[in-house]
């Protein structure tokens, strides 16, 4: 059983760059999904013994009523109720904003493992404000650009997933695949 991945994040912070960037690279499998709840991708990818199933949620950002707000709370919840783990994606260069909060209200309601991603970080940025969503320190990457993709399943982002998960999931997991 792969781990399933959820990328999630406001509109235009690269989420499906970073999904391209983390599937094209380790890619296994790749098939889209349409019309099965919304658009969407997914790919199944392998890192080192790890396989995990990503899935972009930026389709769902479509043809949705409401404001954007209740639409991204309702799409984030949505996304987040199959994931095993959340990648919260957030643009590095643009600080916090309301629609990032908007995001990190709905993660936090749901309990579950968060990574929190900064993109956009090709040249140093300033990450201390991002503490304030509560998901501790933040991965800087660029999705574009392909930096810093070392940290983003290295030991450090795997302990902040694996007490929450418990060890023994994740151990398993490994021993699994
Ligand atoms: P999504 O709406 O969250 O899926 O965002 P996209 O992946 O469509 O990206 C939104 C915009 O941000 C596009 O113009 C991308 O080229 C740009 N972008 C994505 N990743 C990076 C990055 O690492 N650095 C910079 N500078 N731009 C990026």
Same mark, same amino acid.
């Given at each position: 059983?792969?781990?399933?991945?959820?990328?999630?994040?406001?509109?235009?912070?690269?989420?499906?760059?970073?999904?391209?960037?983390?599937?094209?690279?380790?890619?296994?499998?790749?098939?889209?999904?349409?019309?099965?709840?919304?658009?969407?991708?997914?790919?199944?990818?392998?890192?080192?013994?790890?396989?995990?199933?990503?899935?972009?949620?930026?389709?769902?950002?479509?043809?949705?009523?409401?404001?954007?707000?209740?639409?991204?709370?309702?799409?984030?919840?949505?996304?987040?109720?199959?994931?095993?783990? &959340?990648?919260?994606?957030?643009?590095?260069?643009?600080?916090?904003?309301?629609?990032?909060?908007?995001?990190?209200?709905?993660?936090?309601? /749901? /309990?579950?493992?968060?990574?929190?991603?900064?993109?956009?970080?090709?040249?140093?940025?300033?990450?201390?404000?991002?503490? &304030?969503?509560?998901?501790?320190?933040?991965?800087?990457?660029?999705?574009?650009?392909?930096?810093?993709?070392?940290?983003?399943?290295?030991?450090?982002?795997?302990?902040?997933?694996?007490?929450?998960?418990?060890?023994?999931?994740?151990?398993?997991?490994?021993?699994?695949?």
């Amino acid at each position: 059983m792969p781990l399933t991945v959820v990328i999630v994040g406001r509109p235009n912070v690269g989420k499906s760059t970073l999904f391209n960037r983390l599937a094209g690279k380790r890619l296994a499998i790749v098939h889209d999904t349409p019309g099965v709840t919304r658009d969407r991708q997914e790919a199944v990818v392998e890192f080192g013994p790890l396989t995990l199933r990503l899935i972009d949620t930026a389709g769902f950002e479509r043809d949705e009523p409401g404001s954007l707000a209740a639409r991204m709370t309702a799409q984030t919840e949505a996304a987040i109720a199959e994931a095993d783990v &959340s990648l919260f994606v957030i643009d590095g260069r643009a600080g916090v904003t309301a629609g990032d909060e908007i995001i990190a209200a709905a993660l936090r309601r /749901s /309990s579950k493992p968060v990574v929190l991603v900064a993109n956009k970080c090709e040249a140093l940025v300033d990450l201390f404000e991002a503490f &304030s969503l509560g998901f501790g320190e933040a991965i800087a990457v660029s999705a574009e650009h392909g930096s810093g993709f070392g940290d983003l399943l290295a030991p450090k982002a795997l302990d902040r997933i694996a007490p929450q998960l418990g060890y023994m999931h994740i151990f398993s997991f490994v021993l699994r695949c």
